[in-house]
């Protein structure tokens, strides 16, 4: 019996309960929830819905909770029901109710853990949005991997989601990137506001290879070929490395399209009709103070140039129109200033912000070596990049180790931590699991130990303290799933998967899975294979939300 199964019969319960009584069924909610207690000694579930009833029905809640009780006792699958404090139901399942999970697990496969709790909802994901000026640093790997992992969850609870990369190919900082470009063609040093690096050279070196003719053009001509090529050629390596991260997105978005299809003209009459555009000392603003904004935003320069803000309305009306229900944008810890304007300008829109846009926050990321935070890429220069990571401690670590946190606060990754094959490293001990759980499976298989027919697997015998441990954090998944998609925290799975982890090992280490030597198999080892099986579906779906293998060996 799953928690969701146990809930409905909760609910089922309380229905007869009002029935016997004459109570108003219209206070019943349509659905409730279990929760497991602190303390085990208390029971499997507890449930609080004669607490919650209690005043809209006027019956004392330890009363209602008692009809509840004598209800539930009836029901198949449930072992005793206690009423604690003011009206807590302690429920405590048979084993073989609790038992079945393992099978229902096994069965279900890749889909458990799946659901529909933000089914129906359209969500346009946009995250990492590096420029293309440099190589993905530290802080952006952060939003590769939790964004990637967001995007799993959001699938994962129903969402239709659709990844973005803004390709930002327009502006002052590609000029820059230009003029660096072509002062390392010529030998000579990066401009003052320019960027540096040995990226910077390697670029250059290969768009002369391309075009040997351009240190033979004017300084325009040759800076505008240095910018068309240069952009190419470094918007490709971050493509080609976030691949290499597991990352791909389903659109990469050119902000340069905006201004050539001419959105940034319909976000402005979009606006106008709105009522909220008006000109001032020459330029074209947008009133966002009216909801908010500490103070109204310029979207045209008095010399005609757009700004920033203004193509970012474009953009947003753009995903918008596309048909999305909600933009969800991830950005750096420096950008907390921009969730008031971007906020006033969906409500220029005429847009409910609360509906429509979600900023999310990400902060600082140091990768710590011997005890200190590395400060210089061999490559970049003044920064850590993907590659500096991923060769420091691997893909999967990476991964598992950015989305291990809440992006609300800052980390700092221990190289040495994150590479040790130990118990303490996080990502190792929810890996040996899965490692584990393959190893018994054809360990059993050399002794033929099979799980056999679903029919004749026997739940009831998994009534070990530890098997029911692990029962419980199994049926435990689908609700963290749920919550983590909700809540736009990926590290709920990460932190659960590390729970579910140590179940398994206290499992592993008090019910011996395989036969002893000439020991015939028994019914037993069958139902425990089955239990086994079950987690390693479980840390595997997990594993997979976060972007991270689940090795069959290691």
Not at 302 to 328: H, Q
Not at 351 to 379: F, T, Y
Not at 384 to 398: F, N, S
Request: hydrophobic residues 45%; proline residues 4%; aromatic residues 8%.
């Amino acid at each position: 019996m799953t928690p969701a199964e146990l809930a409905e019969a909760v609910l089922a319960a309380a229905h007869a309960v009002f029935a016997e009584r004459g109570l108003d069924r219209a206070a019943l909610p349509e659905q409730t929830t279990v929760e497991r207690p602190r303390n085990p000694e208390h029971g499997d579930y507890a449930a609080t819905l004669a607490l919650q009833l209690s005043k809209k029905v006027g019956v004392p809640p330890r009363e209602l909770a008692a009809g509840l009780a004598a209800q539930l006792a009836s029901m198949s699958g449930i072992k005793s029901v206690e009423i604690a404090g003011p009206g807590f139901l302690n429920i405590r399942l048979d084993a073989a109710a609790a038992g079945q999970l393992a099978r229902t697990i096994v069965t279900a496969g890749e889909a458990y853990g799946r659901g529909d709790v933000l089914a129906g909802l359209k969500i346009n994901l946009e995250f990492v949005s590096a420029n293309p000026t440099g190589p993905v640093h530290i802080g952006g790997v952060r939003w590769a991997a939790v964004g990637d992992a967001l995007s799993r969850l959001l699938r994962a609870a129903g969402a239709d989601v659709g990844t973005e990369y803004y390709f930002n190919d327009a502006g002052s900082q590609i000029d820059r990137f230009a003029r660096s470009l072509l002062a390392a063609a010529k030998g000579e040093p990066a401009p003052e506001d320019g960027y540096g690096g040995a990226y910077i050279a390697e670029i250059a070196n290969e768009v002369t290879a391309r075009r040997p003719e351009v240190l033979s053009l004017d300084e325009d001509a040759a800076q505008e070929v240095f910018r068309v090529e240069g952009v190419e050629l470094m918007f490709e390596e971050i493509k080609s490395s976030l691949r290499d991260f597991g990352v791909e997105f389903d659109t990469y978005f050119n902000e340069k399209d905006l201004h050539d299809r001419g959105e940034l003209e319909h976000a402005l009459t979009r606006l106008r009709e709105q009522g909220h555009i008006f000109e001032a000392d020459g330029a074209t603003w947008l009133r966002t103070t009216d909801f908010g904004d500490d103070k109204d935003r310029v979207l045209r320069k008095s010399n005609g140039e757009w700004t920033y803000f203004a193509a970012d309305c474009a953009y947003y009306l753009d995903k918008r129109e596309r048909g999305f229900d909600r933009v969800v944008i991830m950005l750096g810890a420096d950008h907390h200033g921009y969730i008031g304007r971007m906020k006033a300008m969906a409500a220029c829109f005429g847009d409910d912000p609360a509906q429509s846009l979600e900023i999310l926050i990400g902060q600082l990321v140091n990768l710590v070596r011997d005890g200190a935070p590395m400060r210089m890429s061999k490559r970049a220069g003044t920064v850590i990049t993907l590659e500096d990571l991923v060769d420091a401690i691997g893909v999967d670590a990476a991964r598992y180790a950015l989305a291990r946190y809440s992006s609300d606060s800052p980390i700092d990754i221990d190289i040495e931590l994150w590479t040790r094959a130990t118990r303490d490293n996080p990502v190792y001990y929810v890996q040996y699991v899965a490692a584990r759980t393959a190893s018994v499976g054809r360990n059993a298989a050399e002794v033929g130990l099979t799980r056999g027919d679903a029919d004749a697997f026997r739940p009831e015998l998994l009534d070990h303290d530890k098997e029911n441990e692990l029962l419980k954090a199994l049926a435990e998944f689908p609700a963290v799933v749920a919550a983590a998609a909700e809540l736009r925290e990926p590290h709920r799975v990460a932190r659960y998967l590390e729970d579910l982890a140590g179940a398994y090992h206290r499992f592993y280490d008090n019910c011996r899975i395989l036969p002893r030597g000439d020991e015939e198999v028994t019914d037993l080892h069958r139902a425990r294979l089955w239990l086994n099986d079950a987690t390693r579906v479980v840390i595997a779906n997990g594993l997979r939300l976060l972007g991270v293998s689940a090795p069959e060996r290691m």
